[in-house]
């Protein structure tokens, strides 16, 4: 393979990889690990398939419609994509953006500069420093890619590998059994909490137009590309989630279980590598943080400019996006996570169907398939989310037989409560649109 093609394929592989590994990222494995103990193997390949392979997957579906973030909702509805794209900015704006901020300083900043943390003041003053960080980065999209690439991101590995080292050559000590139940099933749904498989959805369009401006534009190279930069961006992410899920693993008989997330981390590496552990560790999150915010808020505002027919300029986008980021993260991260599980148990149902769709779409055999497939898992997700917002405390709906109906459902209890529904509608989206002598697909925009 040329040279140029593999510095270009390490490259955006490594930009995939900062931008999946956000601040979520970061602080639930080793909150997976102490729940799972000696179990922290079974709890590792839950979280790999939906927290790394569905994510990876995202970018490969997009790829196979044609690398655009609109052609792979087309085949649902013409005006799916909007709406998908509103759930997801909501999703994006009013929790993985200001979580982001928030952790970036309470972990990353304070972790550094444990001073700074007792002030409010030091807390808004680096908050808006983020922030102002993130629109300078923005600004340019053309070059957001390659700046996450080339000069943010090989800090950023080099400090989570060293964690990960530290946390096998120096264990706190054995994992033990914690007698928790299902630990696959609970790191798969904590995986959900990462938000990448709706990420990789709508982003993956950006990466896809990096490799098409270096001058791949044949579908061939282009798919190689690709695939080889997942990959690369697969393996990074396996090495980090393995090591952070294994050092909470070896915490489990010290650390208790519903430990707070950042103080369970900062524990955990303080045992493991002391002070200087800390400071490697909240440079890491601050960088995390900040990739994936830059690279949420030049896709956002870019896919706000394009829907909007460019009405509303992609500048100001950046600037709006960064400014309700730092108003909602002034309130603190504690504050915005409680209400995010509900709104990714809404979205992921749908996200992950459409993944699979986009990656087997040569053996799709109409757009009923899709429809059908849709349709169900977005009533799975309806229902998860109403049930979150009851377990939560937040909602008081009485379900009655819709719950025992759910609880029939196979697989519901492993976190796949989506699938045989879906499954279902496939099929009979796909009758129905043959039965009335439908075309295979609409037609998809050109590469």
Request: glycine letters at 12%.
């Amino acid at each position: 393979m040329d040279r140029k093609i593999i510095i270009n394929i390490f490259i955006i592989g490594f930009a995939m990889f900062a931008i999946f590994f956000g601040a979520g990222n970061i602080v639930f494995p080793p909150d997976i690990g102490i729940m799972s103990g000696n179990k922290w193997f079974q709890a590792s390949l839950g979280l790999s398939l939906s927290a790394i392979i569905l994510p990876a997957a995202t970018i490969i579906a997009v790829d196979n419609m044609g690398g655009r973030f609109k052609n792979i909702c087309l085949p649902v509805a013409p005006w799916f994509a909007g709406v998908y794209m509103i759930f997801f900015a909501i999703f994006i704006l009013t929790c993985a953006i200001p979580r982001q901020g928030g952790v970036s300083v309470e972990t990353g900043v304070f972790g550094v500069v444990p001073s700074l943390g007792e002030s409010y003041v030091s807390f808004i003053t680096a908050l808006f420093i983020y922030f102002f960080i993130v629109a300078c980065l923005t600004i340019n999209p053309s070059s957001i890619v390659d700046i996450i690439g080339k000069v943010l991101t090989p800090f950023l590995i080099a400090t989570l590998f060293f964690i990960v080292i530290e946390s096998f050559l120096n264990p706190i000590a054995q994992p033990v059994d914690t007698g928790m139940e299902g630990v696959f099933t609970y790191a798969f749904l904590q995986g959900y909490q990462t938000g990448d498989v709706a990420v990789g959805i709508v982003i993956a369009e950006t990466f896809i137009n990096s490799i098409k401006e270096k001058g791949y534009r044949g579908i061939g190279v282009r798919k190689k590309i690709t695939l080889s930069a997942s990959f690369i961006a697969s393996v990074g992410l396996f090495i980090v989630y393995g090591g952070l899920l294994y050092l909470g693993a070896t915490g489990s008989s010290v650390f208790e279980a519903g430990t707070d997330h950042t103080a369970l981390l900062s524990g955990l590496v303080n045992t493991v590598a002391g002070r200087a552990g800390n400071i490697a560790v909240g440079i890491g999150v601050f960088i995390a943080c900040l990739t994936t915010t830059a690279g949420l808020v030049s896709t956002i505002a870019a896919l706000t400019f394009e829907l909007t027919g460019g009405k509303i300029k992609y500048r100001f986008c950046v600037l709006s996006f960064c400014v309700l980021g730092f108003a909602i993260g002034s309130a603190g991260v504690s504050k915005i996570i409680t209400y995010t599980y509900p709104i990714f148990a809404l979205i992921y149902p749908t996200s992950i169907v459409i993944t699979l769709l986009g990656c087997f779409k040569r053996f799709i055999p109409n757009h009923g398939a899709w429809k059908g497939a849709v349709i169900m898992s977005a009533v799975i997700g309806i229902y998860e989310m109403f049930d979150a917002l009851n377990k939560s405390g937040v909602t008081r709906f009485d379900f009655g037989i819709i719950e025992n109906i759910y609880n029939m459902i196979p697989f519901w209890d492993y976190g796949f409560a989506w699938a045989v529904p879906s499954a279902i509608g496939f099929i009979i989206g796909a009758a129905v649109v043959k039965f009335l002598g439908g075309k295979p697909y609409p037609m998809l925009e050109e590469e």
